[in-house]
């Protein structure tokens, strides 16, 4: 039981990961693997902390999701404010941004 679930976790954080990489158009996609990414980290930190039978595992994970739903939060809010700005959202153009 312990075994899968640790494979789950890689196969996991291994696709949120190669979305990351592979992905040259959509900020969105990019978001989304981040979030898979920070689940699967969850996953694990939750797995290790039930077969240590230790609770700081499950602690940090709470500590996590909510520092990830922030982040999620703004970069979405972020988003909305540049496709209002520029009318589409594209990855390229998005280095030209000045402050």
Known sequence: MFLTQIITNVILFSLGLLGMVFNKRSILIILICI???LLSVNLNFVTFSIYLD??????????????????????????????RLRGRIDINQIATLKG
């Open 35 to 37: 979030e898979l990414i």
């Open 54 to 83: 230790d609770s700081y595992g499950q602690i940090f994970s709470l500590l996590i999701l909510t520092i990830a739903a922030a982040e999620s939060a703004i970069g979405l809010a972020i988003l909305i404010l540049y496709y």
